[in-house]
């Protein structure tokens, strides 16, 4: 077996640090199988990141990771912006992963049915590639009159591969999703606290799959509530 790891400063000035750390292991040279990790985080005046990286091999399976929904490629810019992304190449999740926080409370998603026992084997993963990226945004003026808004959006994207699928006489199936989540709140700020009187929320999302059989759904949700005595729900 062997194994390897370093970690350390690659980049030091007044405008920009760059951090790399990295770990190999080839346990097994007979069977070639390799285990790769490492991460790049750097940091600037405005802005700052992490790019996590993965690399699996092994004779009957490997992966190439640039980030996962879990560990994404995460850049954020001057504290008002974020963004988020990640591939996925070889072996991948067989589903698109749960959507936004947000926007699951704004329509009301307890529990997904992929977690029912009856669709365990769905939740196997599958070989292919997956992409997914999001925009969240927080800024707004916070005097004695501020507001908070914070906008939310994103998108998906899933070609997997599995023998058990075979829909439309494929063993591919394809899955996407995009979203946006627009949050509004509005309020007076005296002697260090918030005292809204205004809170707006909107979302939609679109998410579709194929082959055939194809699957299109789409929800939208808003929300308000006015001096803590008028409101809608979703």
């Known amino acids: 077996t062997l194994k390897a790891g370093a970690a350390g400063t690659i980049l030091d000035t007044d405008i920009a640090k760059i951090g790399l750390g990295l770990d ?29 990286f993965e690399l699996h ?16 490629v995460e ?10 992304c ?8 067989a589903q698109l992963p749960p959507l936004n926080p947000a926007l699951t409370s704004l329509f009301g998603v307890v529990k997904s049915e992929a977690a029912n026992p009856e ?16 925009v969240d945004i927080d800024c707004g ?26 829909c439309g006489g494929s063993d591919f199936r394809g899955s996407g999703r995009t979203y946006v989540y627009l949050a509004l709140g509005a309020g007076i700020s005296f002697r260090d606290k918030h005292h809204e009187f205004l809170d707006i929320q909107a979302g939609a999302s679109l998410q579709a799959e194929f082959p055939k059989p ?18 809608m729900p979703s």
């Open 24 to 52: 190999f292991t080839v346990p097994c040279f007979q069977n070639f199988i390799v285990d790769m990790n490492a991460q790049i985080e750097f940091t600037a005046k405005v802005l700052t990141g992490k790019v996590p």
């Open 57 to 72: 091999t092994e004779p009957k399976k490997w992966h190439l990771h640039i980030g996962t929904n879990e560990v994404p």
């Open 75 to 84: 850049l954020k810019f001057a504290k008002i912006a974020k963004v988020n």
């Open 86 to 93: 990640y591939f996925m190449l070889g072996e991948v999740p």
């Open 119 to 134: 669709n365990v084997d769905l939740l196997k993963n599958g070989s292919g590639f997956a992409f997914g990226a999001s």
């Open 141 to 166: 003026p916070d005097k004695f009159i501020y507001a908070d808004v914070k906008l939310k959006g994103g998108t998906d994207a899933l070609i997997v591969r599995r023998d058990s699928f075979m």
């Open 214 to 231: 194809y699957h299109i759904a789409g929800e939208f949700g808003f929300r308000f509530r006015l001096l803590h005595c008028m409101s």
